[in-house]
């Protein structure tokens, strides 16, 4: 039998379980008779053209166990994307391939990753090398086209709706005379799902948030100014969601910041307290913001069992695509039922996923379009079932590292 070696790397934004996809992966080939050599890129694509491999064959047990509990990126991440045409960066990432005698290579990331892994898949056909590429699907932000929802998504909304509670619920009990206002701003900057989560703090109790706004309907600042004096007069305290990435009717971001990042996207940041200036100037009411930024994606203290659980099969599945021979596509989650929730594994072409966005849905969306309906709820409740918390030592979590320098 003529033995593989494989190649895993991690790309863009991180998650609480992305590294419980590694493990996934990493874990099933070292069972595999037919795997020789492990190899994890050290910082994705970047590292790779640079000829940075880590090799985790002879790696402990103990220490590759640990990955299913460790948040972000251990082997290092990265947010270079290959170009049509970049003839010398896929020379020298084949060179890396060919030094190391890779034939599979998984690459664990979100749109971009899954655009620049297609690019690997059509020139390794190009030019006759013999390489099976797989996607391995990575975001918070639940926007990845072809999979019902991505690993990640499910520990950051458990994070987001516990936070929203518990600072509702602070914010409840202040009101009377202090903040009556509470904003929590969120990453999505196409698509709300990660402020639509923060509606599943109302799981248990109505404590908030009474209005999320969301990039899929237009900021309109008197409707939106009538609703918060609403519910002032209601509840006396107003708890807010907001998406980063929400639009005024001219199509330009609230939060625009007047320049662009390496991708061409506009920069966007501190929406939370644009809103709040807003509410602050015409209804003269005290706000406070919070801005829970890398936080939400990284929480590996509060992690939901059925995203790890999900993020680790998600690797399983896509060493058994790559060894059966399948190239060119990304492993997804099919739903087939939401109680009892009930997912299988399929499949997706890459170019299909590659720089598409997955919008929240219309039906979602309540009909004033300031919070989520029960849909939704069904919908997003079973991503948060369950806790896997990690290995605490000195009343800390104790997490697992690799050099990645």
């Known amino acids: 039998m003529v033995k593989k070696n494989i190649l895993y790397a991690q790309s863009g934004g991180v998650t609480s379980v992305i590294n419980a996809s590694a493990y996934g992966l990493i874990n099933s080939a070292r069972r595999n008779k037919s795997i020789d050599k492990i190899y994890v890129g050290i910082n994705g694509i970047s590292g790779i053209l640079e000829g940075k491999l880590f090799d985790l064959t002879e790696e402990s047990a103990e220490k590759i166990n640990a990955l299913k509990y460790t948040p972000a990126s251990a082997f290092g991440s990265c947010r270079h994307r290959l170009k049509e045409g970049d003839e010398e960066g896929f020379r020298k990432l084949f060179k890396t391939f060919k030094d190391y005698n ?10 971009d990753s899954m655009d620049t892994a297609n690019k690997i898949d059509e020139y390794a056909k190009k030019i006759g090398y013999d390489l099976m590429v797989i996607g391995m699907p990575k975001t918070i932000d639940n926007d990845l086209y072809g999979t019902d929802h991505s690993p990640g998504y499910g520990s950051a909304s458990k ?11 602070d914010t409840r009990s202040m009101s009377k005379d202090s903040t009556k206002i509470f904003i929590m701003e969120t990453m999505g900057r196409h698509a709300g799902w990660l402020a639509a989560a923060t509606s599943l703090a109302k799981l248990n109790g109505d404590f908030g948030p009474q209005i999320i706004l969301l990039p899929e309907r237009i900021f309109e600042e008197e409707n939106f100014l009538s609703k918060v004096q609403k519910e002032i007069e209601g509840n006396g305290y107003c708890s807010i969601a907001v998406s980063e990435g929400i639009k005024y009717k001219s199509g330009a971001f609230v939060s625009d910041m007047g320049y662009t990042d390496s991708f061409g996207n506009r920069q966007l940041g501190d929406v939370g307290r644009v809103i709040a200036n807003i509410i602050l100037t015409r209804l003269g009411l005290k706000v406070h913001v919070a801005i829970p930024d890398y936080l939400q994606r990284s929480g590996g203290h509060i992690v939901s069992k059925t995203d790890q659980e999900e993020a680790i099969k998600i690797g399983e599945k896509a060493l058994e695509y790559a060894l059966n021979g399948i190239t060119g596509y990304m492993v997804t989650i099919n739903r087939l039922s939401n109680d009892p929730y009930e997912v299988e594994y399929g499949k997706v072409p890459l170019f299909e996923v590659a720089n598409n966005t997955k919008y929240l849905p219309e039906e979602y969306i309540s009909d004033d379009g300031y919070n989520m309906n029960e849909k939704f709820i069904e919908y997003a409740k079973p991503l948060i079932y369950g806790e896997s918390y990690p290995v605490y030592q000195n009343g800390i979590p104790k997490y697992v590292s690799f050099p990645i320098k």
Do not use: Q, R
């Open 159 to 169: 994070y987001l709706a516990i936070s929203m509670l518990e600072a509702s619920i």
């Open 102 to 111: 890779i034939n599979c290579f998984f690459y664990n990331g979100g749109n």
